[in-house]
């Protein structure tokens, strides 16, 4: 068997082998073959990696590889690694197949030593580069390597530039710089007993299993939860001849973006620092210039360097991002990716490709994410505005959010009841505090990540939520918070939190409202080019998905915002809202009542209401197809809360009085306790229990079709069924409905064709869906309780207690409510649809779990072939682009997310 190359020369790779050489390595050498000067060099592969973190150590075949790609650098560059006289230094840098920017370890200038350094001195006639070199390499490798605190070295620079009496490092000369070493070398024996490592090819090997080691480094892994990224990658290393930025003020490093990627704006856009290596362009160390500088400091390089990263865009045809640095005039290029950009930036940019020819309208959807449309349709704070900013945390959940700072949930509801608007800061929250968070505009919490209880809860809620800002120091006890700038904000002082940026603020910072909601909604004042950009896109993807979108909504309000927003109908009204307030009385006097009389004067006094709610939401909904579930939720749910009920009698009691009808409703109460209300007497069970109840919402739908019939308007309702787990209980809650539409057509004279269709939302509905298509007339998946009894658990009582703890051990990757799990529940969508077209081949089947909003999962949905998914309103566009998405990767192959 011939064994595993696990090293490759940049010739020999390219941009699309990232699995095996990373991001950075693969686009090295596609650089490399498209002719630009990068400097030559190797990559060594993830492979090589993940048998290093397997074993514990490097395949044994890697050494004699290195040896022949670095015997071939050394030729190229005519120079041996670390020659005392001429040496020739590299770089061993990280580089994964995702970018994780600076989590990972890069160590710069190995090579040098104590004769080496001098070597190069004499070389690029040049002491001081060679000695800032040496600590440079010092500090990397003793951070990197031997893992020394970082600190060490910076409080061992800042002593020399003291005595120096400077913040600057270019003030420092060769002497100094010596006795940087000098300190620096003693750290190093100091934290490992042991010299710094003066043979080169050691120096190089400790490098790059180090470069590995980072792989697993807690802030990568943290980072990689987040991102979502898998953690059993591994990272490529890539071994390049050093170039020197760092060579005198004719030489220096940058950063730049063929567009800028926070707008999209056209025209280049980056950094530039004189006299520096790598890293120090985003260390901050000095204050860098702006690009367009670099044409007055050296025109041949910048002109070279616009020439290359129009040639960039050409190829990737796509915004990139660059390193480079300009040694002694000559320009050299280090990394360039496609660049990560902001939501505005990515429909911008996908727009200005198609003017410009390079892409067309089924690459531009492929460009942009539902994820981003979201973020630009939060309402957003003005950056224009002058603010005060306290911290930063992580964008748990996005929207921009201004009120009081309160400090727990108890003061959260208060407040908010009496009109004041709040965001609750807490150290973190745990379920006590759901009331505070439904209470309060948004959410601050100074401890946790993106899975903690505030952001998985605040983001179900679509709630603006920021988490693990932990440089504020949040005091719930004494009800303050500081800012790492000494700024104290106490209950009652109005913050801002922004939760697309993670950033907060004091003060009311102003919001605007997004100018793409507002297109959306049909108000275009101004048409800017977002907007523009934002129109094209969706109106190709309407005409390129498979699926149909309908919306999840419950009013008529709802509906026809559903409508402007795209909608193609409702996939899902639900009716319990139809029986609270008020209307209540009549369902209490429902569950009470003793004989058929009191049952039917319950129900009769329900169906003109009924009828009225009908009659608005389908008006509204005109000529779209409109599926009403049936009453869900237990009956339970509409009585009075026992406690309060309890309290209430008790009190009575003690007065020695006596309330017949809360005596009555206390027994109800106990009578219908439900030990799993979740699993008890709900959906199409309720149907069969309770005689009259589903025949009075038929009857209400029915006579508001036929009244609007008679307006010559296109009523189009949809019954459905909820909870069905055998065909029998459809066929007869069926069989009654039909009898109900007939005698609804026959009294008012119109023709009636009225589907009946039925959740499937448990596994045995699923299972035994060729039987249940015989009766259905169309399915509908509810997967939020389909996934609910997949698994056997109840939402609210497991998402608090232990998902957290399932993200991190890795059980979920997501949690299934906001993604199908495709393996599971996903199985069970597909053996529905295949088991119930089987019956029924042209059986309409859609989604309307909160799934149908999700991107992955309407893509899975798009797979299976399902003809709709259903959504709440504001997703409605989310959902037309992800279809779209789904369309052009499935036909073009590729699915480019
Ligand atoms: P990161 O992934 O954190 O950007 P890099 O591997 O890109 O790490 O390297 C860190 C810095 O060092 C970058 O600014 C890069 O341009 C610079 N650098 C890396 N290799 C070389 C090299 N061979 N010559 C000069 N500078 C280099
Ligand atoms: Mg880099
Ligand atoms: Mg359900």
């Not at 005392?84 to 061993?92: A, F, G, K, M």
């Not at 260390?283 to 367009?292: E, M, S």
Request: aromatic letters at 6%; a negative charge; proline letters at 4%.
């Amino acid at each position: 068997m011939p064994e595993t190359k696990y090293v490759y020369d940049f010739a020999e790779g390219n941009k699309d082998l990232k699995d095996l050489l990373g991001g950075k390595g693969a686009n090295l050498a596609e650089m490399t073959n498209l002719g630009l000067p990068v400097p030559p060099g190797f990559t060594i592969t993830t492979e090589a990696c993940t048998v290093f973190l397997e074993t514990g150590s490097t395949p044994s075949s890697l050494d004699d590889e290195v040896t022949t790609h670095l015997d071939a650098l050394e030729s190229a560059r005519g120079k041996r690694l670390g020659d005392p006289d001429d040496p020739l230094l590299v770089s061993v840098r990280s580089g994964a197949k995702f970018s994780m920017p600076g989590m990972m370890e890069t160590v710069l200038n190995v090579g040098l030593n104590d004769r080496s350094v001098e070597g190069l001195a004499r070389q690029a006639d040049n002491e001081r580069f060679a000695w800032d070199s040496y600590r440079r390499l010092i500090q990397m490798f003793g951070k990197t390597v031997q893992h020394i605190e970082g600190e060490a070295f910076e409080d061992a620079l800042d002593e020399v530039k003291r005595a120096k009496d400077t913040d600057n490092d270019l003030d420092l000369d060769a002497d100094d710089l010596r006795k940087v070493v000098d300190a620096y070398k003693g750290i190093v024996r100091e934290h490992t007993g042991a010299d710094f490592p003066q043979d080169p090819r050691e120096q190089l090997t400790a490098a790059i299993n180090a470069v590995f080691n980072s792989w697993n480094s807690d802030r990568a892994v943290l980072y990689r939860r987040q991102e979502r990224i898998p953690g059993d990658l591994g990272t490529a290393v890539s071994v390049v001849a050093m170039v020197f930025g760092n060579l005198g003020m004719d030489s220096g490093t940058g950063v730049a973006f063929t567009r800028d990627p926070g707008t999209g704006e056209q025209g280049v856009y980056g950094d530039y620092l004189q006299n520096a290596q790598g890293e120090d362009v985003v260390a901050g160390i000095r204050n860098t210039v702006p690009l367009q500088d670099l044409e007055k400091l050296d025109k041949t390089s910048y002109d070279r360097l616009m020439e290359i990263m129009a040639t960039l865009e050409g190829h990737y045809k796509d915004l990139c991002d660059i390193e480079f640095t300009v040694e002694a005039g000559q320009l050299w290029m280090l990394q360039t990716r496609v660049g990560k950009r902001t939501a505005a930036a990515a429909f911008r940019i996908a727009s200005q490709l198609v003017d410009e020819g390079v892409i067309d309208l089924d690459e531009a959807v492929q460009r942009v994410t539902g994820e981003q449309l979201v973020q630009l349709m939060f309402p957003q704070f003005d950056t224009t505005a002058k603010v005060h900013q306290l911290g930063r945390g992580m964008s748990a959940s996005p929207g921009a959010a201004v009120g009081k700072a309160v400090f727990d949930s108890y003061t959260a509801v208060k407040w908010s009841r009496s009109g004041e608007k709040v965001i609750l800061v807490r150290r973190e929250t745990n379920p006590d505090d759901l009331n505070g968070m439904i209470a309060a505009q948004g959410i601050l919490t100074s401890r946790g990540g993106k899975t903690s209880h505030a952001a998985v809860v605040a983001r179900g809620m679509g709630k603006t939520c920021v988490c693990g800002a932990e440089e504020l120091q949040v005091n719930t006890k004494r009800r303050y918070l500081t800012a790492p700038d000494g700024t104290e904000v106490h209950e009652g002082d109005v913050i801002s939190v922004d939760g697309t940026t993670g950033r907060v603020y004091l003060g009311e910072v102003p919001v605007v409202d997004s100018p793409v909601v507002s297109y959306f909604e049909g108000v275009v004042e101004e048409q800017d080019d977002l907007v523009q950009a934002v129109h094209r896109i969706m109106t190709h993807a309407d005409s390129t998905r498979r699926m149909g979108v309908r919306a999840n909504a419950d009013t008529a309000e709802d509906a026809e915002r559903a409508r402007r927003f795209g909608a193609e109908g409702i996939g899902l009204c639900r009716t319990e809202h139809m029986f609270l307030g008020e209307r209540r009385q009549h369902v209490e006097r429902l569950i009470l009542a003793e004989d058929d009389e009191q049952r039917d004067q319950a129900l009769e006094a329900l169906l003109p209401l009924q009828r009225w709610d009908f009659l608005q939401l389908l008006t509204a909904m005109d000529g779209l197809p409109t599926t009403i579930r049936l009453l869900d939720p237990p009956l339970h749910e509409f009585l009075p809360n026992i406690t309060e009920l309890s309290v209430r009698v008790a009190l009575a009691e003690s007065r020695g009085e006596k309330n017949e009808n809360d005596l009555r409703l206390m027994q109800a109460v106990h009578r219908l306790h439900e030990a799993n209300p979740m699993l008890g007497l709900r959906g199409v069970r309720l149907g069969l229990v309770v005689p009259g109840l589903f025949d009075l919402q038929v009857r209400a739908i029915a006579e508001a079709a036929a009244q609007l019939l008679k307006l010559g308007k296109d009523p189009k309702p949809e019954i459905m069924i909820p909870l069905v787990g055998s065909v029998q209980e459809l066929e007869i809650i069926q069989a009654d409905a039909k009898k109900v539409l007939a005698e609804v057509a026959e009294q008012t004279g119109e023709e009636l064709s009225i589907l009946i269709g039925t959740m499937i939302e448990l596994p045995r509905a699923a299972l035994t869906a060729d039987q249940i298509a015989e009766a259905a007339q169309f399915f509908s998946f509810g997967t939020n309780d389909l996934t609910q009894t997949t698994w056997g658990f109840s939402r609210d009582d497991v998402e608090a207690a232990f998902f957290s703890t399932y993200l991190e051990v890795g059980i979920f990757g997501v949690s299934p409510f906001e993604t199908i799990d495709v393996d599971g529940v996903g199985e069970l969508v597909r053996i529905g649809t295949e088991k119930g077209r089987a019956t029924r081949p042209d059986l309409k089947v859609g989604v309307c779990g909160e799934h149908g909003g999700d991107p992955d999962s309407v893509h899975f949905f798009n797979e299976v072939g399902l003809d709709y998914v259903s959504c709440s309103p504001f997703r409605v566009p989310v959902a037309r682009l992800e279809a779209a998405r789904a369309t052009v990767s499935q036909e073009g192959g590729s699915d480019s997310r």
